[in-house]
């Protein structure tokens, strides 16, 4: 489920900022882009993260800036007087003359850098209160965004249950078409006087039987019922069920579209397996 938090507090001279943003994946995939004076907390950021969200390709970004960052810049002046000499040396060599020379070393790996402090515990309590004040507008943006996906995947279950209703009109219809098929195939290929009325009551009522849609009827109401009742559960993780629920769903709906003899509960079929469509596309963004 996608999300986003943003959080940004100041503590003496120095300002912390959290970022917290997400896309939909069936996996937990964190990545954490920090100062590297946070290496040491990196465990227990990714901690606090868990806590909020259990599946998603999830991005948090943290940035520390001090008003007396000017003071805090570094050079390495050996490295960059090695860097400096053999490069000017290359030049001469092949006559290159170019004068951006000073800022290509200065882009070099270790050269230039902002000297690195430690962080104080004061420091780290202010930075995590910023981190759980971002997760918690991630998190409230999600539950906004999740009550949306619910009314969704709500209206279309609703939808599946009004098209089974559809159904039954049809259902006597049916079973006149496929008696008289049969009858009109026997007398196609034995003729009228050579049918056993009896033995063909018989016969078609075996073959209804076997085309008897009822128990996918009611299996399918069943479990469009079920499927409500676990989306409006307060389980946070509902999302493997309602999707193993889904499974149960298309497989009711393909049988009774197998079953069906009927252009008319085909179509009915048809705009089912519609709605059951969108509803798998809805079941990448829940947990």
């Known amino acids: 489920m996608t999300g986003y938090g943003r959080a940004v507090k100041t503590w003496r001279d120095k300002t ?21 004076t946070l290496r040491e907390k990196e465990t227990e950021l990714r901690k606090m993260v868990n806590d909020f969200a259990q599946r998603g390709k999830l991005e948090m970004s943290i940035d520390i800036t001090s008003l007396e960052a000017g003071n ?23 006559d290159y003359q170019d004068q951006t020379l000073m800022s290509a070393i200065l882009r070099l790996p270790n050269v230039a850098a902002a000297s690195e402090g430690d962080m104080s515990d004061e420091e780290w309590q202010v930075l995590r209160s910023t981190v759980l004040e971002a997760l918690q507008k991630f998190d409230a ?43 009109r195939s026997l007398d196609d290929n034995m003729g009228k006087e050579r049918i056993d009325e009896s033995r063909y009551e018989q016969e078609v009522l075996f073959y209804l039987e076997k085309l008897d849609i009822n128990e996918e009827k009611m299996r399918l109401a069943q479990h469009c019922q079920y499927f409500l009742e676990v989306l409006h559960n307060k389980d946070k993780a509902s999302g493997r069920k309602l999707n193993f629920i889904s499974q149960e769903l298309g497989r009711e709906i393909n049988t009774l579209g197998a079953k069906a003899y009927s252009s008319d509960i085909q179509r009915l079929v048809v705009e089912m397996k519609d709605e059951l469509e969108k509803i798998k596309e809805q079941m990448a963004n829940i947990v």
């Open 16 to 36: 912390f900022m959290v970022e917290m943003r997400s896309l939909n994946s069936k996996y937990s995939d964190l990545r954490l882009k920090c100062p590297p």
């Open 141 to 183: 943006f999600r539950e906004q965004e999740g009550k949306a996906t619910a009314q969704d995947l709500a209206a279309r279950v609703h939808n599946i249950t009004t098209l089974l209703e559809q159904v039954r009109p049809h259902e006597n219809d049916r079973v006149t078409a496929i008696r008289d098929r049969l009858y």
């Open 72 to 94: 805090q810049f570094g050079l390495n002046v050996p490295l960059f007087k090695r860097y400096f000499h053999a490069l000017s040396e290359l030049a001469t060599e092949f």
